[in-house]
């Protein structure tokens, strides 16, 4: 579900970074906001930022404080823990703290015997 979220800002970034394409970009830590969420949740954060990281196209840093821009997310269950439907929600903000895009996507488990995830 982080990749989808993902690809869909990789697709509308270049407009916002437009002016400098170079801009600090600062990615803070996934905040899973349902603690009942499935085993695992944790790697929606790291694989959103790792794509991040390979996509080449941002100036990232480590230090918030020397950032343009703050790139915030959450993980979340909207549905039963029995029938999670997961989202994945991608905000970034810049330096003067207002919003410059966001972006989300969800994913539910499939009802049959297998338990796959769409």
Known sequence: VATRAVNKMLAEAPAIF???KDAPLYIAKTTVIDRYLPEGSYAA???????LVNSGMFN???DES????VLKSSLNNVNTPEIPVLVYRMELY??????????QDSLRQVQN???SWW
């Open 60 to 62: 990232i840093v480590d």
């Open 18 to 20: 437009a002016a400098d």
């Open 45 to 51: 954060g790291k694989t959103a930022k790792e794509i």
């Open 94 to 103: 810049d330096i003067n703290g207002d919003l410059a895009g966001s972006w």
């Open 66 to 69: 020397k950032a343009a821009f």
């Open 113 to 115: 015997d297998d338990g």
